[in-house]
């Protein structure tokens, strides 16, 4: 057979199993093996809310997609390759690979019973209805445990190193060197030596497989990734929003508070922060949503870098009190990594769900600021931005990030501290004769951060209206219009402070393409491919949610359409049409608990230039 | 001996000059009923600061919602009134955060054991270092008189003119049964003993609870008048004290001593009969059982345990987080960001 080698730019590989199968470990080490090798990677880990659902059941399939290559910047609409460990994940994944790609599955999983409960009448691998892709189907269990068998493993053991199986497979279409995905086994089962070993020894078994029976009519050859001159390394969102809040603490000078409580798939973050008390984390796994917030408030008050995480429910539990720390004005960090709803919806779909309840979801009038992370490494700096934001302007700051984002992973370009901007709040000084709890600056309206022990400011604040200025408890009515008023400006007045807009792609085109949050990567890629095409189309991601952007208006003012492209029904789109009444929004909207395909993307910005007169 | 710790009573920085309750007066004007059992707490607590010694810029108070919860705004030190139910979970981050604060809730029987349930055990159960004033007059008086989880069973509230339905909340059996080593029990008729319990409150490091059996003269006048009562007081109130036999009555001719089945009031004969087998009080035993049934005395057939109930020495979350945090600090690699940006598998694009 001769082998044909294909030149791609990028690569989209995606690994499906049961649950109990270890398609995560398969994905992560390939996408680290692919990492090292010098591509771009995106990652993303798909699997079901039950956490081992019944054996070969569409319901129990578990997935790790995986994208490598060059700019890499969404997890890719359409699978390459396929590892399909069972009927049942086959069948459910089959939607995403296109004709012409690869599959790579285990014959020994096609007995009768699996069909059926995977819901196939006959047998796809011998039945012609998968005729027009490249499928690959050995006896994976079969060779896999033969291998592990011969190495000392039991029978059971043996059974569980398919997967490696698969993986050599795998690195030997991709011309991958097998001493990286080695050297990640031995940290993996540190300890447990003689495991490792005989993983090796399956993963070298596919290997071989691969190459000597020449299973697979094409290759990969990965073009070379031109990333920036650094340091890299593997981030997932949620690793990276812990470590920015971390950064943040550290470039303040103060400790960080994280008061927070389980929840998907939000809990990473929790997680990750609970491991590094070696940077004076103080983690606080709380007995519900509002103590998690609750007790970061105390903390803010007490003079901490404080932060709550959390996923929509959460984030509904905590509305109560986000009021209190908008009316105590006290810097605060909510991070919510949002997940399908409305009530608990879907746990491990992602969506752009939250976006009305961040911006309104308090009583009375509460306004604090709204950023979202547009992909797993800019989480860091937007999680470090919320705090720097939080402290300076002494207000809450909810960060959006959503579960694609945030369990999903990219390549991270190291910064160094010293380049991250510096944090100055407003402290109050000890014994200053002019203390008043509710005085601001004149221009920024924002308060003093008068921290109990401190000597001389001995204050109350609290949730009831009080007096500008002395902060006394007031009904009086025209102290609450007033205070209200601050309240909203002090917000609104930040924008003048902040970055401005900036607009991708073909700026003068007629038509302005809008997204926010975790969609950049689609949408910019989308837009992309339609100037590639001679057609015109301008970008403006948003990451600057409240306040906008100063220049959005005139932004705005230069094109004849403007399309916002969400993962909800409308929410960014209906907040535009209230801030900036003055301009007409189209919407394209999906509300599937999946991300955007750039092909669908592409299919809408044609729609809306095609109508442009 | 044993190791000086870093943390707690022993501590805290002491106040250079003798304070005074001037130090501690508010310029806001007290807006609490007439006759309201709130006013005595708030000078036994007043009084009881300035004799802790701590600087006065240590003391740092946290309420809820009710009229318990306008404490903060009496008394001049840091405050926070936070919202309903919370203050024990906004009290939780306040102690995390500044571990050289003396923290004081100051709380109801509706803000700490309905809304805030969960916030009050939990607190409890992590021995956090503040001290909880719980204000116990079994009604809602700032929503106006409707039952709460320590209304007794059958009070007629304006939201249950037949009678409550429910069993109430004893608050000495939940505080022990949610882990906690400190509870006593005090009432407002005796402003001199809610200072000299607050004081036991204060010196406790760990989580103490004082619940203080307090009137509410709109809405629940009399509720707590078997026990305070001029006539019946000597019978149904039994003080505690550590290392004193439990005696009770005008003559001190009752005590309370250990049956099979329980515990039970002894008359002691008039040269002395039946003292022996009355019970020593020892508060700082760390099994809580006979706590536990002490808490659980109830007129008519017992008095009701004041003072100093259970006093356990355990370590404090935050002792047992610095600790934590000290070993992670003394023998990770990990030092700052930059370490952890670094760490793990990282690689040099050229």
Redesign the interface.
């Known amino acids: 057979m001769s082998k044909q080698i294909l030149e791609k730019e990028s690569v989209v590989v995606k690994f499906v199993g049961d649950s109990g199968d270890g398609m995560q470990l398969s994905g992560t080490l390939f996408s680290d093996a692919a990492a090292l090798a010098g591509n771009d990677i995106a990652t993303f880990p798909d699997y079901p809310a039950e956490i081992r659902a019944p054996h070969n059941t569409i319901a129990g399939v578990s997935g790790f997609q995986v994208h490598i290559g060059k700019e890499t910047r969404i997890i890719g609409d359409k699978c390459d390759v396929l590892v399909a460990m069972n009927p049942a994940s086959l069948r459910a994944n089959l939607k995403w690979v296109d004709k012409g790609a690869t599959i790579i599955t285990d014959c020994d999983a096609y007995e009768e019973k699996a069909l059926e409960k995977a819901g196939y009448t006959s047998n796809p691998l011998t039945d012609g209805s998968l005729s027009s892709y490249c499928v690959v189907a050995p006896n994976i269990t079969t060779l896999a445990k033969e291998t592990a068998l011969a190495n000392g493993l039991d029978n059971k053991g043996a059974e569980r190193t398919k997967n490696m199986f698969c993986l050599g497979m795998i690195y030997y279409i991709f011309n991958f060197e097998l001493d990286t995905p080695f050297k990640l086994l031995d940290k993996r089962f540190k300890g447990k030596a003689h495991i490792a070993d005989v993983n090796k020894k399956v993963m070298q078994a596919g290997f071989n497989f691969a190459e000597t029976m020449e299973v697979f009519a094409s290759t990969f050859q990965i073009s070379n990734v031109q990333l920036e001159k650094g340091r890299y390394r593997n981030i997932t969102g949620n690793e990276a929003t812990a470590w920015g809040l971390l950064a943040a603490a550290e470039k303040v000078g103060k400790e960080l508070f994280l008061g927070s409580y389980p929840i998907t798939p939000a809990t990473e973050i929790l997680i990750e922060l609970a491991k590094h008390k070696s940077l004076g984390a103080q983690v606080f796994q709380a007995e519900d949503e509002i103590a998690g917030i609750c007790s970061a408030i105390g903390a803010s008050f007490a003079g901490a870098v404080a932060c709550t995480t959390t996923s929509g429910p959460g984030l509904s539990l905590k509305t109560e009190a986000i009021g209190l720390a908008v009316m105590t004005e006290l810097p605060l960090v909510i991070v919510d990594v949002q997940r399908a709803g409305p009530s608990t919806g879907m746990p491990t779909k992602s969506e752009q769900s939250d976006l009305n309840l961040a911006l309104f979801g308090r009583n009375g009038e509460a306004p604090c600021i709204v950023l979202a992370a547009a992909s797993p490494s800019d989480c860091f700096y937007k999680a470090y931005n919320a705090a720097k934001l939080a402290m300076e302007n002494m207000t809450p700051v909810i960060l959006l990030t959503d579960g694609n984002t945030g369990q999903g992973s990219e390549l991270f370009r190291i910064p160094k501290m010293t380049d991250m901007l510096p944090i100055n709040p407003p402290y109050a000084t000890p014994n200053d004769p002019d203390f008043k709890p509710y005085r601001r600056d004149p221009e920024t309206l924002v308060r003093q951060w008068a921290v109990p022990g401190m000597e001389g400011l001995r204050h109350r604040i609290g949730g009831l209206e009080k007096t500008d200025v002395d902060g006394l408890v007031s009904t009086d009515p025209q102290n609450h219009a007033k205070m209200v008023q601050l309240r909203s400006e002090k917000v609104m007045r930040l924008a003048n402070r902040l970055p401005k807009q900036n607009v991708y792609g073909n700026v003068d085109a007629d038509t302005l393409i809008v997204s926010w949050g975790g969609t950049k990567g689609a949408v910019y890629t989308a837009c992309k491919e339609v100037n590639n095409t001679g057609k015109a189309v301008a970008h403006a991601h948003f990451s600057q949610i409240m306040p906008l952007p100063y220049n959005t208006a005139e932004i705005f003012a230069k094109y004849k359409k403007i399309l916002v492209c969400e993962l909800n029904s409308g929410q960014f789109a209906n907040y535009l049409r209230m801030s900036l009444p003055n301009f007409k929004y189209e919407q394209y909207n999906k509300i599937q608990g999946l991300p955007f395909t750039v092909q669908e993307l592409v299919g809408a910005i044609n729609n809306v230039i095609n109508n442009i007169k | 001996m044993g190791i000086k710790p870093k943390m707690g009573y022993q501590a805290m920085e002491r106040s250079d000059v003798p304070l005074t309750q001037q130090d501690f007066s508010s310029d806001?004007m007290v807006k609490w009923c007439p006759g309201c059992g709130d006013h005595a707490i708030l000078s036994a607590v007043a009084k009881v600061f300035p004799e802790i010694g701590y600087?006065?810029?240590?003391f740092?108070i946290?309420?809820g919602?009710g009229c318990s919860s306008r404490f903060?705004?009496y008394v001049?030190?840091?405050?926070?009134?936070?919202?309903h139910g919370?203050a024990n979970?906004?009290?939780?981050?306040?102690?995390?955060?500044?571990k050289?604060?003396s923290v004081w809730v100051a709380t109801g029987d509706g803000d700490s054991l309905a809304i805030g349930g969960?916030?009050f055990i939990?607190v409890i159960r992590r021995n956090l270092d503040l001290n909880i004033m719980l204000f116990n007059n079994k009604i809602y008086g700032l929503t106006k008189g409707q039952y709460s989880p320590t209304s007794d069973m059958g009070s007629v509230t304006k939201t249950s003119p037949y009678g409550t339905i429910e069993q109430p909340f004893q608050v000495g059996e939940l505080v022990i049964g949610a882990q906690g080593t400190f509870f006593a029990r005090a009432i407002d008729s005796n402003p001199k003993f809610i200072t000299e319990v607050m004081f036991e409150a204060a010196k406790h490091d760990g989580t103490s609870v004082v619940e203080i059996l307090q009137n509410c003269v709109i809405f629940n006048d009399g509720t707590h008048d078997l026990i305070t009562g001029k006539e019946t007081k000597d019978d149904y109130q039994l003080i505690l004290r550590h290392g004193e036999k439990m005696l009770f009555g005008k003559n001190k001719e009752k005590g309370i001593r250990m049956r099979k089945h329980g515990l039970e009031v002894v008359e002691i004969g008039p040269n002395g009969e039946g003292l022996e087998k009355v019970l020593v009080h020892d508060m700082y035993n760390p099994n809580p059982g006979v706590h536990l049934m002490l808490a659980k005395m109830f007129p008519p057939h017992f008095p009701i345990a004041l003072g100093v109930i259970r006093s356990a020495n355990f370590p404090t979350y935050e002792l047992l987080?610095q600790q934590?945090?000290d070993?992670?600090?003394a023998?990770?690699k990990?030092?700052?960001?930059?370490d952890?940006?670094?760490s793990?598998?990282?690689?040099?694009?050229?």
């Open positions: 806001q600087k006065k810029e240590s740092c946290v309420s919602i903060p705004y001049n030190t840091y405050g926070f009134h936070s919202i919370r979970a906004v009290a939780t981050g306040v102690c995390i955060a500044n050289h604060l969960n916030h939990h987080l934590q945090i070993d992670c600090k023998t990770s990990i030092k700052c960001v930059d952890l940006l670094n793990g598998d990282t690689w040099e694009i050229e």
